[in-house]
């Protein structure tokens, strides 16, 4: 049985973003800046039209915390222009540092820019190290239409393979 969530304790479960439509394969969670260019990009893959619930890290603290205990794929933007203390969002660590949540964490996708050089999506290889995960795509700044088709293509199919027992 699932719980959704009401009213924003840490022991309520979040309501996806986008719920799954069908057969529910699994989740994506993703955190977008007020820029909302993350939030762009996953809004265009419609992940939901295949079967995977969309949740957002919330960008305020004073906001309800994400609280997700399904398999999940994280997306996250890379930040701080090449200083690897910088590259991943607070909103990012402080999820992650809830174990209920990393326990949840089956890859990583990261956007990045190009200008940064060697530090292009490097959120993607932090947070893959630490998490002990997959770093299975990246995709420059907003990404272009065929990132977003790789993008649906390769999360669905990443769940039609490692399906969860």
């Known amino acids: 049985m699932e719980q959704q969530q009401t009213a924003g304790t840490d022991s309520e479960l979040s309501a996806p973003e986008f719920a799954a439509q069908g057969q529910r394969l699994g989740a994506v969670v993703y955190f977008s800046s007020a820029s909302r260019n993350t939030a762009r990009f996953i809004a265009n893959c419609h992940l939901d039209d295949e079967g995977i619930d969309v949740f957002r890290i919330p960008l305020r603290p004073k906001d309800p915390p994400l609280n997700i205990r399904q398999p999940y794929i994280l997306i996250v933007p890379t930040y701080g222009g090449g200083s690897a203390k910088k590259a991943v969002m607070p909103q990012i660590k402080r999820f992650l540092n809830d174990p209920a949540n990393r326990a949840g964490i089956r890859g990583v ?3 990045g820019n190009t200008n940064f050089g060697e530090a292009f999506c490097m959120a993607g290889d932090i947070i893959s190290r630490k998490c002990n995960v997959p770093f ?4 420059e700044l907003m ?3 065929e990132d977003q088709e790789k993008v649906r293509r390769g999360v669905v199919d990443f ?6 027992s």
Request: without cysteine; aromatic residues 24%.
């Open 143 to 145: 990404g272009t239409k």
């Open 109 to 111: 996708i990261a956007s």
């Open 136 to 139: 299975l795509y990246y995709f």
């Open 159 to 164: 769940f039609r393979n490692h399906p969860e």
